[in-house]
C-alpha cells in the first residue's frame, strides 16, 4: 500500500517525520512529492498511490484519471474546494478533510496581520488599538472559534454571522451573534472572513457588502481569495481612501491593489496554516485517517457524499 504526500508548499520535517511514521507503523510506504511546479509530476507520481494526502494541491479529474489506484484523497486541512468532489465521487475515490487541525494557527496569523494593519504596517506613524474595537466574525467554524478566543484577550467587543450556526453556540463564546451579513459589516470596525469558497460564497464579498464598513474599516481575509469580487473591491478602496484589505491569499488582480499602499497587504504565498504544529496536527491526522480507513472501512470526515 503506497501513500503519498503531494504538498506543492511542503510540511515543516517534523510533521513529514511524523506522517512517515504513521504510515510505516501500518506496514505501508511513503512517497513524497514536494515543491513540485509542473502538474505532469503530480501525475506521474499518483499513478501507483492507494492514498494521497495534499493541502492545497488542485486534485482534479485528470490528477483522478492518473491516479490508477487511488481509494482516498486527504486534504491535510479545513477547506476541500481544491478537490473536484464529483470527479472523486466518480472515480470511487473517498475524499476527506481533517476540519479542527490547523485553525488555531490561522487564527493567529489573523491578529498578526490586524496588529500589522492598525499599526500601520509599522512605517513609524501613530496607529490605533484593537481593545474596545468591534471584531466581525464572518462564519464561526472552528477558525472563527479561535479568532474569538484570542479577540477576547485583545479586549475586543466580538461579533459573528454565521447562517449555519446557532445563536447559543456563538453566544456560549462570549460573542454577540448577529442575523446577516448586513448587519456584520455595518456593525464592525474589523470584518474577519471565515467561510469557504462554495458556489453560494464566490463573489460575496462585494462593494454593497464592504461598503457598509464603518471608517477605516479593516478587512482581514485569510480564507479564499475567490470569495471577494476583486474588481468591486478595487472599486471600493478607490472611492474610500479610509477602507484597508489585508489577505493572507493574493488576489488575482494583486498589482491593482498595490495601488493602494499603506492600505493593502497580501503574504506572498498562504501562510496561515504554515506552521510546525499545524503540520503536524493536520498531517498525522490525515495519515491515522487513510490508516482508519483501510484497517475498519472509517469515512468520517468523507466529504464527498
Ligand atoms: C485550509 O483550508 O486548511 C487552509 O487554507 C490551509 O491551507 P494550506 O494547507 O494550503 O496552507
Known sequence: MKVLVATE????KVAVDGIRSEVEKAGYELA????????????????????????SDKVDAEVLNAAE????????????DNIDLDAATVHKVVAMNTPGQNSNA???????????AVRH?????????????KLGIHAFGNVGRNVARIATGFGMEIYAYDAYCPDSA????GVHPLHSAEELYTTCDVVS????????????????????????GLLLNTARKEVINEPELIELLTERQDLRYVADIK??????????SGRYFATPKKMGAQTAEANINAGIAAAKQIVDFFQNGNTRFQVNK
Open 9 to 12: 508548499k511542503p510540511f515543516a
Open 193 to 216: 472572513l471565515h467561510i469557504p469558497a462554495t458556489a453560494e460564497t464566490k463573489n460575496s464579498i462585494n462593494k454593497a457588502l464592504v461598503g457598509r464598513m464603518p471608517k477605516n
Open 106 to 116: 490561522v487564527a493567529e496569523l489573523v491578529f498578526g496581520l490586524m496588529v500589522m
Open 251 to 260: 488576489p488575482d488582480a494583486d498589482e491593482q491593489f498595490q495601488t493602494f
Open 170 to 173: 456563538i453566544e456560549a463564546e
Open 32 to 55: 513524497l512529492l514536494e515543491k513540485y511546479t509542473d502538474k505532469q509530476d503530480l501525475l506521474n507520481a499518483v499513478k501507483d498511490a492507494d492514498a494521497l494526502i495534499i493541502r
Open 121 to 133: 504596517f509599522y512605517d513609524g506613524t501613530s496607529g490605533t488599538e484593537l481593545k474596545g474595537k
Open 69 to 80: 489506484k487511488l481509494k482516498i484523497v486527504v486534504r491535510a486541512g479545513a477547506g476541500y
